[in-house]
Every structure is written in C-alpha cells, then in structure tokens.
C-alpha cells in the first residue's frame, strides 16, 4: 500500500461500534454571537450528544483499537444501513452526471442527508418541498400502503397483513436515520396498525398524543428541536383540521361511488349522496344508450363516470391537504427558515403520486440491487425518469417571486393570533360553524401579517448606530444612520471557517444566509439602503449574494475592480435583482441627507473607462468615513500600511470616534500615524478563533490601547454595537455563556491584551 492509499479513509475499514485513537485538538462546536444566530453548539449538545469536536488531518494519525463487545442488533443494522449505502453510490456514483439522483434517494429512503448539495437543498426548500428529502408521515405511510397493497394482492387475510406491515415498518424505522418525525410516523401508524389487529377503535388525536409522549420520553430535548416541531404541527394540522374538513366535504361523495349497483345501500346514505349516486348512474345509463359497446360492457360505462370523478375527488383532496398545510405551517415556516411559500400548495399535491411512484420502484431496487444485482438494472432504468420529473418540480427558473420568498420573523402579538386562530378554528369546527368561520377569518389576517410583514423594523432615530457581527473570522458590519437609511458592509466572507462544522458534508457554507441574514431578520430588516464590498477578493465576496437574493437592495458599491469570474458573478446577480451599482474611489463624498459618507480609498482609476489591476491587493480595498453632526465612525477596509500612511498625510478628514480596525488586527496594520490622526475612542476587531491570519496581534492591541482606545473583539465579546449621538458614545456587547444566549449586556471593552 502506498502512501496515498494508507492515507485514505477507506484504509482503516472502520465500521460501527469501532474504537479509535487519535491525536487532535478538541474544541467546542463554533457559535456564532449574534441575535437571531442558529444556537449550533446547544443543538449539538442536546440533540447529537457531542460536546466536542475535531479535525483529524490523515488517517494515518489513527490507530484502531482492538474490537471490544458491542451489540450484534447495533451492528447489524449499521452495516445493512452502509450496504444499502453503497448500493445507491453504485447504482449512481457521486462522482457522475446522475450522483444527483443518488443523493436525493439516500435522503429519501434512508434518511441521510449528508450528500445533498446546497444547490438541491435550496431548490427543494424554494418551492416547499423539502419536507420530501426527510423521512416523515407522507414516507412512512406511502410505504405502508405500498405493502399493504403488495401483500393484498397476495391475497393476505387483514389481521396477518397488519402484523405485517407492522414489523416491517419496525424493521425499516430501525434501519434509516431515527430522527423525531421518522419515529413520530412509524409510532403513529404503528399504533394504527396494532389497533386494527386488536379490532379496536382508532382515536387519531391519541396517537399523535402517544408518539410525542414517548419520543419526550425517550428525548425530552426533542421539544425544543425544529424537526421535531414542524413534524407534529403536521400531524396536528391532519387530524385536527385537514381530516374533520375532507369529513363535510369530498370524504361522504367518494363513498357514496362504492356499491353504485347497490341500490339497498341508499337508505342509509343522505339525501344529497343519494341525489348524487342517482345522478352518477343517470350519467352511466346515458352512456350506455348512446354506445353500444358499453352497453355490452357495463362496467367499463360505469368507469367512464366514476373514474374521473373519483380523480376529481382525489385532486380536490390533496389540494385542500396541501393548502391547509402550507397555510398551518406558514409560521413555524417563517420564523424556523424566515420563507414563505405557496408554490407549495399546488407542487406538493402533485409531489405526492410522484413520490408513491419512485417509492415503489426505489424499495425494491435497492432490495434487488443489495441481494442480485443484474436483476435490478431494467428498474433502475425506470427509476431515473421519475427522479427526473421529481427534479422538474423543484426547477421552476421563472418561479414569480411573490410565490417563494424570506420574510423576518413576526413580532410575538402576530404569532400567538395566528396559532390562537388556528387552535379556536379546529375546535370550533365540530361545535360552532359561525366561530369557525370567524377563526378562519381571522387565521387569514394573521397570515397575511406573517406573508407581508408590514411593520417597519425597530431602527433608532437621531443615533448613528455601528454594529459589527461575529462572523468567526471575516467581517461584517452593519450600520444604521440617523435618518434610519440602512447600510451593510461585507457579509462576513469565508474568513477560514470549516465548511464542515454546522454544515452537512459536501455543502456549500454561506456566511451570508448563515450569519448575516439571520441577524438582519432579527432586526425586522427587509431592505437595505447600502451594501457595500471593500475589496473584490473570492474570499470577501463569499456572502453577498445570498444577502441580494434575501433582500431588497437599493444600491451596491464598490471600487474599480477587474472583472474576475467573481465580482463579475456577483455583479450579474445584481442586475438580476435590479440593484443599482456604482463604482466608487478617493475623493467622492455622497450625501444622504444630513448624512455624509466620504469614500477615502482607493485612488480613482488613472482614465475614464479604465480599471484598476489590483483587484486582489489591499491597495485596492475600499476604505469610508461616515460622519453625521460630531458622530463619525471609519471603516478602513483591508488597506495596508502604506495607504494609511499616505491617508495621514493627505489633508482629509479621517478624525472619528470609532474604528473599525481592518485586517483583523494583523501586526502591519494601523500605522502610529493613521492612528494618531484617527484617534478613535472605540475600536472594534472582527477576529475568528484559532484560524490562521484571524488572530490579532499583540503589537496592534498595545497600540490601540496606548493610544486611549476601549477595543472590543468579536471573538471574546460576540456582535459589538455602538451607538453613538453627538459627542457620546454606548456600547454593548452580545455574549454567550455556555452555549446559551443570554442577550446584549453593556460593554466594557477588553482592556488587555489576549
């Protein structure tokens, strides 16, 4: 074995219930410290039971312990999961043209999401349909009617079937990744099932009760989980709303279509079942007169009618299903994934004969594929053009926008209406339809509140308010000015994080969706006046387009850049959205207001029509003051030292009462005399934790501190906001203690240096 075989993964044959020894630095899951930032190290904790993690480099850094006992059922079912695996991976290889498909069919049959590209996730949850890629109620059930119909046509009596299906549903919840709504399925319809076989009644309401009472049980921090929540709002809404409604309205038509030629069975039915039943069969003995063949065959003119209107009978479900769903779960929706989508309502009453359909070929596919290959080839065949039309339904380029877009999380009085509404509608549906109506009512003025979100955000007024993010080692600043215009300055970029920390293996991290956007919807922002990029590097760019794509920007600056494929990118996407550009350079002052925002870097281009070269050089970082009344703050960008040397040597104003320090705090920074002239009185280092180039120096902190400045770091104190209003300034910090959240506290600077 050579070295690149020996450092390969696979060279260890590490398999379930396997013991290792490594060499590694261990550190607690990152958590980024700002308002409305996904809490990842407490969902780890509590959820995972990982307190800890690493990076080893190379295997060959790892030394496999001898095996010690381990449960044969654990491993069993480990290793029948990877087999199945690596059947899919061969059916369709990663690496090919089709690794999409085997992708998708690994998060639809097994529950594992961890090759799902960003691009799919994104398509799926764009027109509501990513419930499709985790293994929940519409999987668990479609597969247990597909058994159940199978063992049918065996001709198997109902109580054996039930027993049937029962353990196979056990056996396959065993196999695929256990997450809160596959159990939350397999407990329901297992207690289904069982009430079947013990010829008792069914109680639906009592089997959601039951499956959240003992998966609590099993994991009571399930409560507070996502998946867990949306599952059984899901299955409320189901039971609760979707199944009493079908009851009054489409359930009694399609069963009075059974029996037609029964005519005893219209005494026990109501008048307008049996207005309909007559009229179904006027409609077949119409047929039959005016087509002698179908009077020959009867049963294919009764078809004729029945087929259709059963058809129409279906549609008219799944859509109601459908509508009732995205309508109920449009909060947890909003405030879980800030996404509003009725795409969905009409996409998912077609997903779901889809997704019936690549069921029953994928089963048993990877069955044959697992057991005799070569017997599996002609369905693969088949499975790929389903795969293709379920692909077809989540790549909709001219999707309207008004059909899928983010929106900020509700004030609290909006939430508690809707689920209140939605609470008071299901209960008064059996008892009191003029309360029902009036709770439907109002659920729509509660939705239309979630939809629109017209509240304007929370902004001070009169105070230049500086608010720099915890984005782990870029930078990202968000500014507020007096008169509440709205700027964003970079969007945190990739500043060295792992992709792979809080992120599925394979998928592309985005600061911008990840840290950014849910700080800005925090706040109630749904546009932004200003976005600015200071420099044209791929890795300063990484962010922005996400924050374009969640919001409405109204102008975009940046310097004289050349076209690399990023900027260039970046800059089609703002067409797209029509963003406003402007290039801006030394020299130029715009006013907004009484407001002014003085660009102090880089010099402008030396011709009209010409760009600068320096796209990926600080030379060519843009650097801003922004001044309001005796408030000022300046943002350096990337500049080195010899652009700050010449800006201290320029007559321009560069004086302000807050720095944002550029470059991290690196060591070549803040020349004496820039920071002589800036003489901040606050300063405020973006620094990531342990990456390499993120750590500030020793030397920058000694002078910042010489020079009487409170510095703050976003590692050590989270996002640092600083208002400030005339000549005074108030800062806080928001910090976490344990992973937990405990909000913005007053600041008091780090006066050493750490």
């Given at each position: 074995m050579d070295s690149e075989d020996a450092a390969s993964p696979d060279s260890l044959r590490l398999q379930y219930g396997d013991s290792v020894r490594a060499l590694v630095q261990l550190r607690r899951p990152q958590v980024y410290q700002n308002p409305g930032a996904f809490n990842f190290r407490r969902w780890m904790e509590s959820i995972e039971d990982l307190y800890w993690v690493g990076t080893i480099r190379t295997p060959l850094l790892m030394e496999r312990l001898p095996a010690k006992g381990s449960y044969p059922i654990s491993t069993f079912l480990a290793s029948t999961r990877r087999r199945l695996l690596l059947v899919i991976d061969k059916m369709y290889p990663p690496w090919s043209a089709e690794g999409r498909n085997g992708a998708v069919l690994k998060a639809v049959l097994l529950g594992d999401r961890s090759s799902l590209d960003s691009d799919t996730v994104e398509d799926f949850r764009k027109v509501g349909l990513y419930h499709l890629l985790v293994i929940a109620g519409l999987h668990v059930g479609l597969?247990?009617?597909?058994?159940?119909?199978?063992?049918?046509?065996?001709?198997?009596g109902e109580s054996w079937r039930s027993l049937l299906v029962l353990a196979?549903?056990?056996c396959y919840a065993s196999v695929v990744e256990q997450r809160a709504p596959t159990l939350r399925a397999?407990?329901?319809?297992?207690?289904?099932?069982?009430a079947r076989v013990l010829y008792r009644g069914h109680a639906a309401l009592n089997s959601v009760g039951l499956a959240a009472l003992v998966l609590l049980i099993y994991r009571p921090p399930w409560l507070f989980e996502s998946g867990f929540q949306l599952s059984f709002a899901a299955a409320l809404l189901i039971v609760g709303l979707v199944r009493p409604i079908l009851d009054r309205t489409t359930e009694p038509f399609r069963r009075a279509l059974r029996g037609l030629d029964q005519l005893d069975l219209?005494?026990?039915?109501?008048?307008?079942?049996?207005?309909?039943?007559?009229?179904v069969r006027s409609l077949v003995s119409e047929l039959k007169r005016r087509f002698s063949y179908l009077e020959r065959h009867p049963e294919l003119a009764a078809a004729a009618v029945t087929g259709p209107a059963r058809a129409g009978l279906w549609i008219a479900n799944m859509l109601l299903l459908s509508a009732v769903l995205q309508l109920g779960l449009l909060l947890p929706m909003a405030e879980t994934f800030h996404r509003v989508t009725y795409a969905g309502i009409g996409l998912n009453a077609l997903a779901i004969p889809v997704m019936t359909l690549l069921l029953g070929l994928a089963f048993p596919t990877i069955l044959l594929s697992a057991l005799v290959p070569a017997a599996a080839s002609w369905v693969v065949k088949a499975l790929t053009p389903v795969m293709t039309i379920?692909?077809?339904l989540t790549d909709l380029p001219h999707l309207p926008q008004w059909l899928s877009y983010r929106v900020p999380e509700p004030p609290p009085w909006v939430a508690w209406g809707f689920a209140l509404s939605v609470i008071a509608a299901a209960w008064a549906l059996d008892k009191h339809r003029r309360i029902f109506w009036t709770c439907l009512a109002s659920l729509g003025l509660f939705a239309v509140l979630v939809s629109l979100y017209p509240f304007a955000p929370p902004l001070p007024q009169g105070v230049l308010e500086v608010t720099a993010l915890d984005c782990g080692g870029g930078d990202a600043v968000f500014l507020v000015l007096p008169d509440q215009s709205t700027m964003l300055v970079n969007a945190c970029g990739k500043g060295g994080r792992s992709t792979r920390e809080g992120a599925f293996q394979g998928r592309r991290w985005d600061p911008g969706e990840e840290i950014v956007s849910p700080y800005l919807w925090s706040r109630g922002i749904k546009k932004l006046d200003f976005l600015v990029a200071t420099d044209a590097a791929e890795n300063r760019l990484s962010g922005l387009e996400a924050v374009v794509r969640n919001f409405r920007v109204s102008q975009f600056w940046h310097g004289a850049?050349?076209?690399t494929p990023g900027i260039e990118a970046l800059l089609s996407v703002m067409r797209e959205r029509g963003v406003a550009g402007r290039i801006i350079s030394a020299g130029d002052r715009i006013a907004h207001g009484p407001n002014s925002i003085e660009i102090l870097w880089p010099p402008a281009p030396p011709s009209a029509g010409q760009t600068a070269t320096l796209h990926s050089s600080n030379l060519n970082s843009v650097a801003l003051r922004i001044?309001?009344?005796e408030s000022s703050v300046i943002l350096p960008g990337d500049i080195g030292d010899k652009a700050e040397d010449e800006l201290a040597r320029e007559e321009v104003r560069i004086k302000s009462q807050v720095l944002l320090v550029g470059r991290h705090g690196a060591k070549s920074s803040l020349t004496p005399e820039f920071l002589a002239r800036v003489s901040p009185q606050i300063a405020v280092v973006s620094v990531g934790r342990g990456g390499p180039g993120t750590q500030p120096s020793p030397q920058t902190l000694n002078r910042l501190l010489s020079a009487g400045a409170q510095v703050f770091r976003t590692d050590l104190d989270g996002a640092v906001r600083i208002e400030v209003r005339g000549a005074s300034l108030a800062v806080r910090s928001y910090r976490t203690s344990a992973g937990d959240g405990i909000g913005w506290a007053d600041g008091a600077g780090n006066l050493s240096v750490r």
């Open positions: 597969l247990a009617f597909l058994a159940g119909s199978f063992l049918r046509l065996l001709r198997v196979f549903l056990i397999t407990l329901m319809i297992s207690a289904y099932l069982a219209d005494l026990a039915l109501e008048p307008r079942l049996v207005q309909f039943r007559l009229d379920l692909f077809a850049n050349s076209p001044s309001s009344g």
